[in-house]
């Protein structure tokens, strides 16, 4: 066995280890964002379908992903995290195969587990991390043209990039745009023959790759009106609530930038060394000192990694929330690992073993600390004891009693064909319930933009399937960006109906003075049918 596969195998080793603990705990688990991902793989199980059976706000495909999990492995959350722990381990594979194109075996697995332990999560999603997976793939699909411009790097890369879109799909069509200037680029530099096969590629890719990808979306759409369309992808003007200029967006990422390099001495060692490196191998490329087959290699490398990171920075530029930088980060571990590697060739033996040994062992550190962090929270308080549930979570206790609570009064009050009606976006109530929501919507805030023909269509759900329990939970009031005040700011006809036809029946938790929180501070009120009254009136 030759290196590369030895470091292959420690590669998947060392994110297996590194998932291991993650595979019965999850940080902090909300009842919307992460209630829908688990309610849409149960209910693609029994035959329904993303986006016209039930709301989805990504690309169709992830449900069908995690579904399958949920099938063979057991109907619980544990099913869900170990599909997500396959993921990060082909995460870390695909990192270290791209890495080990332009870097040594040693140094792309220090790279890959670097960036396995470091990558920042998309914490409000289980969908996110297949995208990250494609992009990863593609890339090593890409460094591997570079390195030696074959075509069936660039036949593997189609359906990659089909797969992608049904994950993301604008990130999808950037990886898109990327692969074809990438390609084009590279063969420019070497001379490439343009013949029957590369045009064949570039029509697949520009033409039948996009169409094939919009066919689907136009099959699972085709039928709903435009206003759900924009809820289910929210890319047309105001969907989105929040808007920011790039003047505003783009220095600050720089100054969070500068905050997290000095927030600790290690943080500023840490910066020193890659921006150090970066100028070191920024020398070494105008120097000429480089070998020029290597030297071109790199810099198509490295254009290729600037192409993704801008590219993939959109959503963030236009909004200015943190977590969409986290598209781009990939390409900005492997860029800084690049720069090492090149700078570092240049460095006497000694120092660089012990610069890579210093990261070795800040990494095992941090491997530590994280593990033992998690086996701390693993304690009954922080226990989900659900059928459908069986996992530790890093909530609040009180989130975790009231997720508890609610879900046992569901169980014990409701006929096992009985349904009941959540909102404004407790998803994770209908999967811990296995119950199928009575509607197809799923989420009620101001930004939603539900019109009131929507509201007397699920009214209308609600009466033909005689649904008798109502439960609202406290961030039917809130101050945070795009959700509102239901019944005020929005669905002042649902409200009206509620109230009118339903009287409280229970209380669980929360702190109803204090701002609801997204995975915390959460509290339900349960409400029951009054069977005096009718909502017959509303139509």
Not at 223 to 228: E, G, I, K, T
Not at 310 to 336: A, C, D, I, K, Q
Not at 399 to 416: E, F, G, I, M
Not at 427 to 445: A, N, V, W
Request: glycine letters at 6%; hydrophobic letters at 50%.
């Amino acid at each position: 066995m030759n290196t590369r596969r030895i470091f292959l195998v420690l590669t998947m080793i060392g994110a297996l280890a590194m998932g291991a603990s993650e595979l019965d705990f999850y940080p902090q688990l909300s009842q919307g964002d992460h209630g829908r991902d688990l309610y849409s793989a149960q209910e693609v199980l029994r035959g329904k379908l993303p986006y016209k059976d039930f709301w989805w706000a990504y690309g169709p495909l992830m449900p069908y992903y995690y579904a399958f999990f949920y099938k063979f492995f057991g109907g619980t959350i544990g099913s869900f995290l170990l599909g997500k722990v396959v993921l990060k381990i082909a995460c870390a594979v695909f990192f270290y195969l791209a890495a080990s194109r332009m870097m040594a075996a040693s140094v792309a697995f220090l790279a890959a587990m670097w960036f396995t332990q470091s990558q920042q999560d998309f914490f409000f999603t289980f969908s996110h991390i297949g995208g990250i997976t494609a992009e990863l793939l593609i890339l090593f699909l890409l460094f591997s043209y570079i390195q030696r411009p074959l075509m069936r790097h660039l036949w593997l890369l189609l359906p990659v990039l089909f797969i992608y879109g049904l994950i993301k799909m604008n990130f999808a069509l950037t990886s898109l745009m990327t692969a074809l200037l990438t390609v084009a680029l590279t063969d420019a530099l070497r001379k490439q023959p343009w013949d029957v096969q590369k045009r064949n590629f570039y029509i697949t890719a520009s033409v039948i790759v996009p169409a094939a990808i919009a066919f689907i979306y136009w099959l699972l759409l085709k039928d709903l009106p435009l206003y759900q369309v924009r809820q289910c992808l929210p890319y047309f003007g105001d969907d989105q609530p929040h808007h920011f200029s790039p003047s505003v967006t783009i220095p600050y990422y720089f100054i969070q930038h500068w905050l997290t390099f000095t927030h600790s001495p290690v943080n500023m060692a840490l910066g020193i060394v890659l921006h150090g490196a970066t100028l070191m191998s920024i020398v070494l490329l105008c120097s000429g000192k480089l070998e020029t087959g290597r030297r071109q290699k790199l810099l198509l490398c490295l254009g290729l990694l600037g192409m993704f990171f801008v590219l993939n920075f959109h959503e963030f530029v236009v909004s200015g929330v943190w977590y969409r930088t986290f598209w781009s980060l990939p390409f900005l571990f492997m860029f800084h690992f690049l720069m090492m590697s090149t700078a570092f060739s240049v460095l006497p033996a000694l120092a660089r073993r012990l610069i890579w040994a210093a990261f070795g062992a800040l990494l095992l550190l941090g491997l530590a600390a994280a593990f033992f962090s998690t086996q701390q929270q693993k304690i009954p308080p922080h226990y989900l004891n659900g059928p459908h549930a069986k996992i530790y979570v890093g909530n609040e206790f009180e989130w975790t009693s009231t997720v508890n609570a609610v879900n046992a009064y569901l169980d014990q009050k409701l006929k096992p064909d009985e349904l009941f009606f959540a909102l404004p976006y407790d998803c994770i109530y209908y999967y811990l319930t296995g119950k199928e929501s009575p509607t197809r919507q799923l989420i009620f805030f101001d930004h939603i933009k539900i019109p009131p023909q929507q509201e007397l269509d699920i009214i209308r759900d609600l009466e033909r399937r005689n649904v008798n329990y109502v439960l609202m939970s406290n961030r039917i009031a809130s101050s945070e960006t795009g959700l509102g005040i239901f019944g005020k700011t929005y669905c002042p006809i649902l409200s009206s109906y509620i109230a009118q036809n339903f009287t409280p029946a229970a209380r669980q938790g929360g702190n109803w003075q204090a701002e609801p929180g997204w995975g915390n501070n959460h509290g339900v009120l349960i409400f029951k049918r009054n069977k005096t009254v009718t909502g017959t009136n509303y139509f």
